[in-house]
C-alpha cells in the first residue's frame, strides 16, 4: 500500500509504510500526544532548546527529506509538533499489499485522533485506483462497521486547506465511492484538480458539480479514448472564470463535440497530447482566446489558427508540424525523428511562425543546423536544449 506523507521543497521519493508506523509510534510513545498539545509552553520550549523562534524552524523542517524530518520529530514534544505538519502535507493513498485495508485503517485511526487539526495540514493528496475496491459499497469493512469509505470521506471532508488533488483511476473513483466523491466536491479550497488514467462521465460530472474553483485543471485518458461529458452537466462550465492552465490528454475531443459555447477567456497555459486524433486548433482558439503558451504533443486538423485567433500567443512547444499561421516569439521542437521525415513541413510553418526565439530539444545536431540556416531570416536568438526528456535546462546559446 502507498501510504505516504511527503512534502516541502524538495519534493522526496514517498515514505515506506514502515516511516509511517514509525511516525504513529512517535505518537504513542510521547503519551498520545497530539498537535493540539502544542500549546505555548511547548513553542517556548523550542524556542529555547534550538534557540531560533519556531517560525523559523517550521522553514527549516519543511525543507527536510521526510525520513529526516521523522527522525526529528522522534525527539521531543515540541519537535514532533513542529515536524508533523510538514509530515503529513503531502499525503498520497494506494493499495499495494494483502493488508491494504488494514494500512487504510491506520491512517484514519491516526488523523481521526486529532482530525480538524491533522487533516487541515494536508495541501496535496493523490488517490490512487487501488485503493478503490476498499471504499465501494461492496468493499471490505472495518471490524468496527464503519465502512471504510465514510472515514475516507469524513477526513477529506476535514481537509479545508487541500490545495492540490489528484486521483489515478478517476472514474472508477467517483463511480464507485459515492461518499468520497461527495467529500471532494465539497471542498472549495482546491486550486489545481488532476484526473488521470481515464476520465469518463462519473469524473466529468463530478468536475462539473466541484465548489471549488481551480486554476489548474489536468485530465488524462491513456486506456480508453472515447470520453463523452454526461448531458445536463456542461463541460467546465463551472471553471469558465477561474482556469488558467488546462491540460487535455486524449481529452481534446470533449471541447469540440460539446457545443457549449462556454469561453474560457482566462486560460493562458493549454496542453493537447495523446493518440487521439484529431486536435482542431481553431475550435480551440474560439473556446480559450487568451492563451499565451501552446503546448501540442497530438496530430491536428488542417484547419489553419490566422493571424484573427490567439493573438495573445507568446511561446509554442511541439512535437510535429501543426496549422498555425500566425507570427510567435518564441518556438521549442522536441525530437528528431519527425523534424528529419517532415523537413519540408517544418521549414514551411517556420516562415508562418516567424519565432525571434528558436529552441531544439532532443534534436541532432545536424538537424538542428540546417533548420536554421532556413530561417535565419526571422530567429534572432538558438537555443538547443541537452538531451535528457524534456529538460529544461539550457546550454550555452549558439550563434
Avoid at 498539545?37 to 524552524?57: C, G, K, W
Avoid at 485503493?131 to 470521506?153: E, H, N, T, V, Y
Avoid at 471532494?184 to 460530472?205: C, M, R, T, W
Avoid at 482558439?285 to 487568451?290: I, K, M, Q, S
Wanted: charged share 20%; hydrophobic share 40%.
Amino acid at each position: 500500500m502507498t501510504y505516504s506523507f511527503h512534502g516541502g521543497n524538495l519534493s522526496p521519493p514517498p515514505m515506506s509504510c514502515s516511516s509511517v508506523a514509525q511516525l504513529l509510534g512517535a505518537a504513542t510513545s510521547l503519551q498520545h500526544f497530539t498537535l493540539s498539545d502544542a500549546d505555548p509552553s511547548d513553542q517556548h520550549a523550542a524556542t529555547m532548546m534550538f534557540r531560533i523562534p519556531v517560525e523559523i524552524l517550521d522553514k527549516i523542517i519543511s525543507s527536510l527529506p521526510r525520513p529526516d524530518a521523522l527522525q526529528f520529530s522522534f525527539t521531543c514534544r515540541a519537535a514532533y509538533a513542529c515536524a508533523v505538519p510538514s509530515i503529513i502535507n503531502e499525503v498520497a493513498l494506494g493499495a499495494t499489499s494483502a493488508k491494504a485495508d488494514e494500512q487504510l485503517q491506520s491512517f484514519c485511526n491516526y488523523m481521526s485522533a486529532d482530525l480538524s487539526r491533522r487533516a487541515s495540514y494536508i495541501r496535496s493528496l493523490t488517490l490512487e485506483a487501488s485503493i478503490a475496491p476498499f471504499l465501494s459499497p461492496a468493499g471490505m469493512r472495518l471490524k468496527q462497521g464503519d465502512r471504510l469509505a465514510d472515514r475516507i470521506a469524513r477526513i477529506i471532508s476535514h481537509a479545508t486547506n487541500l490545495r492540490e488533488l489528484t486521483i489515478l483511476g478517476a472514474e472508477q473513483f467517483f463511480g464507485t465511492s459515492p461518499q468520497v466523491a461527495a467529500a471532494l466536491i465539497s471542498l472549495n479550497s482546491l486550486s489545481e484538480i488532476g484526473f488521470e488514467d481515464y476520465v469518463g462521465p462519473h469524473a466529468l460530472k463530478a468536475l462539473s458539480e466541484m465548489r471549488s474553483r481551480p486554476s489548474v485543471v489536468r485530465l488524462s485518458s491513456f486506456d480508453i479514448t472515447n470520453c463523452k461529458p454526461i448531458p445536463g452537466h456542461p463541460l467546465l462550465c463551472n471553471l469558465s472564470t477561474s482556469l488558467v492552465s488546462l491540460t487535455l490528454i486524449n481529452n481534446h475531443g470533449l471541447f469540440q463535440m460539446h457545443e457549449s459555447g462556454t469561453v474560457f477567456p482566462r486560460v493562458e497555459h493549454l496542453v493537447l497530447g495523446g493518440v487521439q486524433d484529431v486536435a482542431d486548433l481553431p475550435s480551440m482558439a474560439r473556446t480559450f482566446l487568451g492563451v499565451r503558451t501552446l503546448e501540442v504533443y497530438t496530430r491536428c486538423t488542417e484547419n489553419s489558427v490566422g493571424d484573427d485567433l490567439w493573438t495573445s500567443l507568446d511561446t509554442v512547444s511541439l512535437d510535429r508540424p501543426i496549422p498555425l499561421a500566425r507570427p510567435v516569439r518564441q518556438v521549442e521542437l522536441i525530437g528528431t525523428e519527425w523534424l528529419t521525415e517532415q523537413f519540408g513541413l517544418a521549414v514551411e510553418m517556420m516562415e508562418t511562425l516567424k519565432p525571434a526565439v528558436l529552441i531544439f530539444h532532443d534534436v541532432e545536431y545536424e538537424t538542428t543546423a540546417l533548420l536554421a540556416r532556413c530561417t535565419a531570416r526571422s530567429v534572432r536568438e538558438l537555443v538547443r536544449l541537452t538531451y535528457t526528456p524534456r529538460t529544461r535546462k539550457v546550454a550555452a546559446p549558439e550563434a
